[in-house]
């Protein structure tokens, strides 16, 4: 009996509820694949990663003020590396760094300020037409090679020919061949350069084609380039960046020591090289007609293969920290 009367007493507290009081619940189908984590954006965490090392953002301030100072300075003072106005004037001679000469003047009395930067646009442009050019061929070619086993035949025994002649040699035979000027130097470095990156693309390439993604996809149908642009190039970024980080420093030094042993380029085209080597015999006399343009080669050729290494390793997603 007591405990009919608790119930009771229970029922009696209870208010009733109106019928809309209780909504039903929405299932989603999709609820369960929703996957707790940070949105990933593979970009962001490129700068993120790049921009997180002070060094290398250094570097590239560093950069950025060489290359501003190239393309612009030279606009403004319109050098000529063939003007003697003052040869006759000896006491604009080897006028030391000042703040109306900041690189000083060299022996006919020209400013070594307006001839670095005018031979710095010169290299530059060289180094970075001549990367492209080897980059785009031995891309395209590498990533082919790597796939069909015909084209390895034939490209193995060309490699194994060309590699076996030593770089620096090619180039001074076509430079003489072709006679001075950028575009025949552009040439002379690129002629046999893209076989290289060929032959390293090659082997990248046949590293991730027998992946199960690429044999599901040839098994698909799926083309040969579409392979190579969807599932092959974006593995590559950070190898492509290692590259170029390490090919613009190698032209430029290659350009340097080719125009200081008077091969590839005119007098009458300024470049880094050919300041270095009209100069070298005031190492003495007058060290600073020697040291700054050496200087700003080192200076250039050292930003960018930090700022590139940098970059390379920023754009491996096996870095990126979430």
């Known amino acids: 009996m007591e405990e009919q009367k608790k119930v009771a007493m229970t029922n009696e507290t209870i208010p009733e509820l109106p019928a809309d009081a209780f909504e039903p619940h929405a299932v989603s189908e999709t609820a369960s694949e929703h996957i707790v984590a940070p949105e990933y954006s593979y970009w962001k965490s490129v700068f993120r990663k790049f921009f997180s090392s002070k060094v290398a953002v250094a570097m590239m301030i560093v950069m950025i003020t060489v ?3 190239s393309i612009i300075h030279p606009m403004i003072s319109g050098f000529d590396s063939m003007d003697t106005q003052n040869i006759n004037n000896r006491e604009a001679w080897f006028q030391p760094p000042s703040l109306q000469y900041p690189f000083g003047t060299d022996d006919v009395g020209r400013n070594l300020f307006d001839e670095v930067w005018a031979g710095a646009r010169t290299s530059l442009f060289i180094a970075f037409v001549s990367t492209a050019i080897v980059m785009s061929i031995g891309v395209v070619v590498g990533m082919f090679w790597g796939f ?45 350069e893209w076989i290289a990156v060929a032959y390293f693309i090659r082997v990248q390439v046949m590293i991730i084609r027998d992946r199960e993604y690429n044999l599901a996809s040839q098994t698909l149908g799926t083309s040969t380039p579409k392979i190579i642009k969807n599932n092959i190039l974006p593995y590559l970024v950070s190898v492509l960046m290692t590259m170029l980080s390490r090919y613009v420093p190698m032209f430029i030094s290659t350009e340097v020591f080719l125009s200081f042993l008077q091969v590839g380029l005119s007098e009458a085209i300024p470049s880094l090289g050919r300041i270095v080597q009209k100069n070298a015999m005031f190492m003495t006399s007058a060290p600073y007609l020697f040291i700054i343009p050496l200087a700003i080669t080192a200076l250039i050729s050292i930003s960018l293969y930090i700022v590139g290494q940098t970059l390379a390793d920023a754009s491996d997603p096996r870095n990126h920290m979430l």
């Not at 015909?150 to 072709?178: G, H, Q, R, S």
Request: aromatic share 16%.
């Open 67 to 69: 290359f501003l100072f």
């Open 148 to 192: 069909s086993k015909k084209l390895d035949v034939i490209m193995i025994e060309v490699y194994n020919v060309i590699a076996n002649i030593p770089f620096t040699l090619v180039v001074m035979v076509l430079a003489f061949a072709f006679g001075s000027g950028i575009w025949q130097l552009i040439f002379a470095m690129s002629c046999t």
